[in-house]
């Protein structure tokens, strides 16, 4: 006989909080994370300012689709300019 076949929604989560509450190693915070109990910590920019596009850069040329390939396809994607 199915030993499941009679429990209840609760009965699974006292499972789940009996397997939850060991201690195991896997789930523990690696020793290089953490902190001492006071530390702050601030969020910074991870990325060097150069990687930034600013308001007074101008943007890059986008050469003519006809330059690089005579007749291509236009973009069913693209808003259509005459409307």
């Known amino acids: ?3 499941n076949i009679n429990k209840n929604s609760a009965d699974f989560e006292y499972e ?11 789930n523990d915070i ?3 994370d953490l902190l001492p109990h006071d530390t702050r910590i601030v ?3 991870s990325e060097p300012n150069d990687a930034f596009v600013s308001e ?13 390939q005579k007749d ?3 973009d069913p994607a693209a808003p259509d300019f005459d409307e």
Do not use: F, T
Not at 16 to 26: A, F, G, N
Not at 56 to 68: G, R
């Open 30 to 32: 690696p020793g290089d």
């Open 43 to 45: 969020q910074g920019i």
């Open 56 to 68: 007074d850069d101008p943007l890059p040329d986008v050469p003519d689709a006809d330059a690089i």
């Open 72 to 74: 291509s396809p236009i």
């Open 16 to 26: 789940r909080y009996k397997l939850l509450k060991e201690y195991r190693p896997e």
């Open 1 to 3: 006989m199915d030993p």
